[in-house]
């Protein structure tokens, strides 16, 4: 499959040659067609599969196709709305990579920065409009948005912006918007306020899928450390010190934790710096361009701050701490293997987060190779805890209390493994 197969345009095409793109993404190739046929879209697709061009091509080429008949000022045609300012400045930029060679204008609007030049850009006219909903709304209560034209309107992942509480402003600017248009929703999961909001605006959608986000990206070779939550800063410090690690982006569950990860790094003469929601928009920014310019090696972000980032050729994902939610994992770790390249995910695991492990392996229906071999492991009674025992490790945490007595050292649990040649099967977990 070409992208000359799929009806699209040559300026398009010409564009898309020019980033590279030699073909469709399976997610490009099963939505395209149908978008340009002006059909509705419920896609399910994480970051990492192309779905950015999957909605922006059509789009493009149906305002390309427009502007031949339209005349006068520019007005606003598309409404893409994003969780994250970075994921909105992503699309932007796709947007713009796209429509090079054709004179259609996007705007990125966001928050935490100066309203002025949003405000100026709009009131000189734009076809496309990729908005956070809360300034979205902001601008669109003092007039600086008109939404009477628009024909097409997109929201991207959508499970997280319910999960970040946006989707009361997504449906009051849905609202705004005129009835008769395109509707083309993203989402990574389908949780049922999902699907509902869907059914309650769509006309008959065409589903699409690709890589469900149980099952990982096979191009990513993942494992899980085993570590006390004290060891684990050094056990980072370890894994960076090789460098052969080009990129690193390491999450950790707080906005404090960043920091201080990003601090201890920087002491040992790793270049690291943090993004996370404290961080003012600037700083992110310059934060997410350094890095993706390979300025600095280590990116530590929370997960709302990371999601959407697109970072060509990020070769590790370091969970620094596991996240809550299982899917979020599969969010974190497609940030690496993308767009085919191999790409490597390590995961820290405490005696705390063994129940999040359990559950990520059990979303992905795929065992996570263990890394026992390593420094960390402590003698910390809590790490022994974490030893997998005999056909235990999905259900009894009984065993934990034998465990302990044995005051589990690292030395203990590999001796411990070798004289039990029946547990092997277990070890590669
Ligand atoms: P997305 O899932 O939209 O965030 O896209 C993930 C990455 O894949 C981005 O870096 C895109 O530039 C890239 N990409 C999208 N479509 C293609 C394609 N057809 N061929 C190669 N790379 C692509």
């Known amino acids: 499959m070409l992208f000359e197969n799929l009806d699209i345009i040559k300026p398009i095409q010409k564009a898309l040659k020019e980033e590279g793109y030699s073909k469709p993404t399976p997610i490009q190739a099963k939505s395209i067609p149908h ?23 059509p789009i493009l080429q149906a305002i390309y196709n427009d502007q031949k008949s ?25 947007f713009t990579a796209y429509s090079k060679h054709m004179d259609i204008k996007n705007i990125v609007i966001f928050g935490g920065v100066s309203q002025n030049p949003q405000t100026k850009a709009l009131k000189e006219g734009v076809d496309i409009l990729i908005a956070t909903p809360g300034r979205m ?14 024909k097409y309107f997109v929201l991207d992942e959508a499970d997280s912006m319910l999960d970040m509480g946006m989707i009361h402003d997504v449906k009051r600017i849905i609202s705004h918007l005129p009835k008769v248009r395109q509707n083309i929703f993203f989402s990574a999961t389908m949780p049922s306020e ?4 869907a059914n309650s605006i769509f006309k008959d959608p065409i589903k699409v899928e690709v890589t469900p986000v149980a099952s990982t990206t096979e191009t990513i070779k993942q494992s899980m450390y085993f570590v006390s939550k004290k060891q684990k800063r050094a056990l980072l410090i370890d894994i960076l010190k090789d460098k052969s690690i080009k990129s690193a982006l390491v999450f950790s569950r707080t906005k404090h934790g960043a920091n201080k990860i990003t601090t201890d790094l920087l002491n040992v003469g790793i270049e690291a710096s943090a993004i996370h929601g404290n961080k003012s928009q600037n700083a992110r920014q310059l934060a997410l361009n350094n890095f993706k310019e390979g300025k600095v090696r280590v990116l530590v ?40 390249h191999s790409g490597t995910a390590m995961s820290f695991c405490s005696m705390e987060e063994r129940d999040l492990y359990k559950s990520i392996e059990k979303l ?36 934990s209390k034998r ?27």
């Open 35 to 57: 978008l340009l046929e002006g059909k509705d879209l419920l896609g399910c697709a994480q970051t990492g599969t192309g779905k950015t061009a999957s909605f922006a091509i």
């Open 70 to 94: 339209s005349i006068g000022k520019r007005t606003i045609k598309a409404v893409v709305l994003a969780p994250t300012r970075e994921l909105a400045i992503q699309i932007g930029e796709s």
């Open 137 to 150: 709304l902001d601008l669109y209560s003092q007039k600086f948005i008109n939404l009477s034209k628009v």
């Open 194 to 197: 999902i699907s509902k909001l």
């Open 301 to 340: 972000a929370t997960d709302i701050a990371a999601r959407g980032i697109d970072v060509d050729e990020l070769s590790h994902v370091i969970n620094y701490d596991l996240p809550e939610v299982a899917e979020t994992y599969v969010h974190r770790i497609g940030r690496t293997g993308r767009a085919g």
């Open 364 to 399: 992905i229906k795929k065992k996570i190779e263990l890394i026992k071999d390593h420094p960390y492991h402590g003698s910390s009674n809590d790490v022994s805890q974490l030893e997998p025992k005999k056909d235990n490790r999905r259900d009894n945490r009984g065993s």
């Open 403 to 429: 465990n302990t007595s044995s005051k589990g050292n690292n030395k203990n649990w590999n001796s411990n493994r070798r004289k039990k040649p029946a547990n092997k099967k277990t070890d590669n977990k």
